[in-house]
Nanobody, 121 residues
Framework: QVPLVESGGGLVQAGGSLRLSCAASGRTFSSNAMGWLRQAPGKEREFIAGISWNGGSTNYADSVKGRFTISRDNAKNTMYLQMNSLKPEDTAVYYC??????????????WGQGTQVSVSS
């Protein structure tokens, strides 16, 4: 069973917005730091945003800082990624992931199956 399930991906024009959701499945991750990563065709998977267990600390890659916002609702066992001002270079498969720790270390042990985000120019 996949422990995390992403949704909200799709096709959007440049400058548009999307909100991704990541729901826990079969267990809770309310005590775990979590994050979003993405992988574009022909490129390695890259970290884009992380959040501590209670949302008190966040971290972003420079490429998305100021455009993307990570958040979580532990009562709903769900994490979000609000993506604004999207660019064609944001096109990728987006993955949510969880760590074994409460703080952001960017070492992920639990993964979702990914959701495609495509941005047209």
């Amino acid at each position: 069973q996949v422990p995390l399930v992403e949704s909200g991906g799709g096709l959007v024009q440049a400058g548009g917005s999307l909100r991704l959701s990541c729901a826990a499945s079969g267990r809770t991750f309310s005590s775990n730091a979590m994050g979003w990563l993405r992988q574009a065709p022909g490129k390695e998977r890259e970290f884009i945003a992380g959040i501590s267990w209670n949302g008190g600390s966040t971290n972003y890659a420079d490429s998305v800082k100021g455009r993307f916002t990570i958040s979580r609702d532990n009562a709903k066992n769900t994490m979000y990624l609000q993506m604004n001002s999207l660019k064609p270079e944001d096109t990728a498969v987006y993955y949510c992931a969880a760590e074994r720790t409460t703080v952001i270390r960017k070492r992920y042990d639990y993964w979702g199956q990914g959701t495609q985000v495509s941005v047209s120019s």
